[in-house]
């Protein structure tokens, strides 16, 4: 079973902005959707590669999460 932890951090407004010009673009994509993505993508790139994590950035990429 997957647990989910929800978060609360502020974003500087330029991220934040950029954040939501992408996802006016990309209807299919949402907040939880790109977030989950890209700390699933840091945490690839900057550990030893948890294979539950790359788990999480694929099916968060290919929408099947």
């Known amino acids: 079973m997957n647990a989910t932890v ?3 951090a502020g974003l500087p407004d330029t991220l934040h ?3 939501n010009n992408y996802l006016k673009k990309h209807p299919d994509w949402d907040e939880k959707r790109m977030l989950t993505a890209a700390i699933s993508l840091f945490l690839l790139q900057n550990t030893n590669g948890n294979a539950a994590v790359a788990q999480v950035y694929l099916e968060t990429l290919f929408d099947r999460g």
């Open 6 to 8: 929800n978060i609360l």
């Open 17 to 19: 902005d950029s954040l």
